[in-house]
Structures are given as structure tokens and as C-alpha cells.
């Protein structure tokens, strides 16, 4: 288990769609996350929404910045941009 509830993350979404959310816990087979700007709301309630284990990443801005860019221009991204992220957990 990791313990780093607060903790600012990458997220792979559906379709390769990056997104930026904070650990709000962490389960067995998931990482429970939540938008920046519901996470008090969030922790305070004791949910988030569980996203796979080898879909979360350490924050890196540049590479969130570069996948963004590849997401707004073709709705998606490539799996090479994705190689250069750092799992969360392995």
C-alpha cells in the first residue's frame, strides 16, 4: 500500500486522456483520487473515485503539459509519451 494521501498524480483515463487528481486513498487493485478542486470535500466524505493501480503516476507538469497537448489535438494520446511517466506503485 502507498501512503501518499494528498499526493498530486498523472492519470492515463479512458482513451489515453490525461488528467490531473490527488490521492485520496488507496486500495488493493486501486488508487482512490479526486479533482484538485473537490478534495476536501472528498477526503472529508471518505470517497473518491478508484482509478487501476497502473493507470496513476507521479505528477510531472511537463509531460502532463505534452500528453494535453497530444489529448487537444487528436483526443488521444500516444503510448510513447505515456512510457515516459513513473508509476505510482508497481
Known sequence: ??????D?????ADL???LERIVVGDG?????LSRPDLCDQ???EGSGVGFPREDVFYFDASLFN???????TSGRTQP????QAIPLSN
Open 8 to 12: 498530486r498524480v498523472l492519470v492515463r
Open 80 to 83: 510513447e509519451t505515456w512510457d
Open 42 to 44: 472528498v477526503i472529508a
Open 16 to 18: 489515453g486522456k490525461p
Open 1 to 6: 500500500m502507498i501512503n501518499m494521501r494528498g
Open 28 to 32: 488493493r487493485r486501486v488508487i482512490y
Open 66 to 72: 505534452d500528453l494535453l497537448n497530444e489529448w487537444k
